[in-house]
């Protein structure tokens, strides 16, 4: 009997294998990593929904796999070459620290595409992309400096990285057109997703006086205790008015559906080349939700802002930047600062009475 | 509410599902049982007590789903490191992977629901009382619960001949054998009586403190609830003194960053850790002849039958 069932099963392993293999060289096999269960409300919920729409694009042409929940650094490395050898032709990694592990991977299968989110190493096989999401910032700092009655802002961060601390300063240079005199106190949970702490940080934030919660952290928590307490707050990579019908204004929603689109539409038609790609409102990669809970008046403020944003005619670093010391920092992008130095930024603009943690 | 008060409030929350699934590993490890599984018997207690609350519309039925998933999660614990003898250690942590795979599945569709949380108590004239009343009449019901499951649990261990004969299978199971109580039975239920907490503390996160289901929202809160139990020296009074020390360091830490008192916040965040282990150092001195860890406790046992 037992030596039947394994007949058996081999069989069945045999014709499935063979059946699969004849399907799978007609089709693109595109792999994903993500950081996050699929069901993070959050960073990695938004890159599954850009998958989603790919392969509804695509239907037949592509068949995905993802890898959730793998850890950064050098772990990652096995999950990357996991997918190349599974014949991915197309892999997209999508957090900071599968840099190096994708570079590595990308080194050893030269025929195969890598894909890199918000990264800035790059090779011939292995492009990068990422979303400005500090333009969304600046339009948020305007509407929280209108909607304030404390004049004080209450800023979750994750942790102090270059993308963090240019959306705290794009937050500040946006509210300070509306309220020279704003103040902003900032949390930071050292940690990108541990929901009970960022609700601890965003009650502190509040109890210490601040009406307007904004956050850097991936959980819908600061949305909810904003809610409870009757205070207006800002989403976080997705659409979160669920968790804060009144208290949410706005939230910058990442959008990849249009580049995980547009890349595999060039890997199926063989012109995909390395690229670094940072999208921002212009091309759609950032996103702003619905503005609700404000006046018309300030509203129609935000729009406004958007579309100058949009049209490329306001950059949120114009220069001067003024720095904290009241320096004049460097403008190496003509009338605005440079994506290099928006990329590396370490310092906090003029206003925020605080420092870089470990700096 | 003045901001001493809003800060004893948010402590309070914050170290009560530390303290409800400290109690639980604390009763199991009295026994003799060392459970390394309390973060996944918790995160599956978040989720199957997030599930309950979200398809009866009841917080109580949310509880007692969290209870019965945890409770059932350590028995399979029970099973192998009692029934088998399997390694304690290697059998935790194999629970946490387990629970915490578990969860997401058993989770995924309630992801991005919401419900109402758990109501915070009111009782006209207590709950108004100036500064007091809102602390000691006015958070969520888990919160004197857990006080209230500490004291039972110290009434039991040292006031009760049951708990007696538990700690005394914890300190020399073969004694106990010898003198005819069933060592493995009563290791099951403290066993299953841990789960059952860490399965409460684990749906305490969404029925009370962020109501809503994510996977990995425990966050590491079950390793933290198991150092509380050797921080406590195995005893129940001392582990209110813990928990409570943990949440105010937890929470004094955000105010501070919110204060700009400059320190890194790198530094605040591991603060609590480093007052632990402080705590623990100073115990360490201090001990004259008090209680230390269960004699018997990772020991397996098998009786001869």
């Known amino acids: ?359 | 509410m003045g901001l001493l008060e809003a800060i004893i409030l948010a402590v309070l929350a914050a170290s009560t599902p530390l303290l409800i699934a400290a109690t639980g590993e604390l009763v199991a490890e009295r026994a003799g049982v060392l459970n390394l599984g309390v973060e996944g018997m918790m995160i599956v207690g978040a989720a199957c007590g997030f599930g309950g609350a979200y398809i009866s519309g009841s917080i109580i039925v949310g509880a007692i789903s969290g209870i019965l998933a945890g409770a059932a999660l350590s028995l399979i614990f029970a099973m192998m490191t009692l029934g088998l003898a399997v390694n304690q250690v290697a059998t935790g942590l194999a629970l946490t992977i387990l629970g915490i795979g578990l969860s997401g599945l058993i989770g995924s569709r309630f992801v991005g629901e919401k419900i109402t949380p758990a109501p915070h108590l009111h009782i006209p004239g207590l709950t108004d009382i100036p500064f007091v009343g809102r602390i000691l009449f006015g958070e969520d019901a888990f919160v004197y619960l857990s006080l209230a499951l500490v004291v039972a649990v110290w009434l039991f261990l040292y006031r009760t001949r049951a708990g007696l004969v538990l700690r005394a299978i914890g300190d020399n199971h073969v004694s106990a054998h010898a003198l005819g109580y069933p060592v493995l039975r009563i290791r099951m239920l403290a066993v299953m009586f841990g789960g059952a907490c860490a399965g409460l503390a684990g749906a305490y996160l969404p029925l009370a403190y962020t109501p809503f289901f994510i996977p990995g929202m425990t966050a590491g809160r079950g390793w933290i609830a198991l150092a509380l139990v050797v921080f406590s020296s195995w005893r129940p009074a001392r582990l209110v003194v813990g928990a409570y020390l943990f949440g105010a360091v937890t929470i004094l830490q955000l105010h501070a960053q919110g204060a700009g008192f400059g320190i890194p916040s790198q530094f605040m965040s591991a603060l609590p850790y480093l007052a632990t282990v402080i705590v623990l150092v100073l115990i360490s001195r201090a001990r004259t002849g008090g209680s230390t860890a269960p004699a018997a406790l990772r020991t397996v046992f098998v009786p001869d039958r």
Not at chain 1, 95 to 107: C, D
Not at chain 1, 285 to 302: F, G, Q
């Open chain 1, 1 to 359: 009997m037992r030596k039947l069932l394994i007949a058996t099963t081999a069989v069945i392993l045999t014709a499935g294998a063979s059946l699969f293999g004849a399907s799978a060289a007609e089709k693109l096999k595109v792999g994903f990593i993500y950081l996050g269960p699929v069901g993070d409300l959050g960073w990695t919920y938004q890159h599954d929904l850009g998958r989603l729409a790919m392969v509804k694009e695509f239907g037949d042409k592509v068949e995905t796999t993802f890898l959730e929940n793998v850890s950064e650094g050098p772990d990652s490395e096995r999950s990357i070459e996991q997918l190349a050898r599974a014949g991915n032709k197309l892999i997209f990694t999508t957090s900071f620290g599968y840099m190096e592990p994708t570079l590595k991977v990308a080194k050893k299968y030269p025929n195969v595409h890598f894909e890199h989110a918000t990264g800035y190493k790059r090779d011939k096989n292995m492009s990068t992309y990422s979303g400005r999401f500090y333009e969304g910032r600046y339009i948020q700092g305007q509407i929280a400096a209108k909607m304030s009655k404390s004049g004080v802002l209450g800023y979750i961060g994750s942790f102090p990285i270059p993308e963090v601390i240019s959306g705290i300063n794009a937050t500040m240079i946006g509210a300070q057109t509306v309220n020279p005199n704003i103040k902003i106190k900032i949390i930071w949970a050292n940690s990108w997703f541990d929901p009970g702490k960022e609700a601890d940080a965003a009650k502190a934030l509040l109890d210490q006086g601040a009406d307007i919660i904004m956050q850097h952290t991936d959980s819908p928590a600061p949305m909810q205790i904003a809610s409870e307490r009757g205070k207006l707050a800002f989403g976080q990579d997705s659409e979160m008015i669920k968790f804060g019908p009144k208290a949410q204004l706005t939230s910058i929603m990442d959008n990849w559906a249009p580049y995980y689109i547009a890349r595999v539409k060039a890997e199926l038609e063989g012109t995909w080349k390395s690229e670094d790609e940072w999208g921002g409102l212009k091309s759609k990669m950032v996103v702003m939700a619905p503005y609700t809970n404000m006046p018309d008046d300030v509203k129609k403020a935000a729009e406004e802002t958007e579309t100058a944003i949009t049209e490329g005619k306001l950059f949120p670093f114009k220069c001067p930047v003024i720095d904290q010391e009241g320096k004049e920092v460097e403008c190496k992008g003509g009338d605005h600062l440079a994506d290099g130095q928006v990329l590396s930024m370490n310092f906090y603009v003029k206003g925020i009475d605080d420092k870089i943690p470990g700096k």
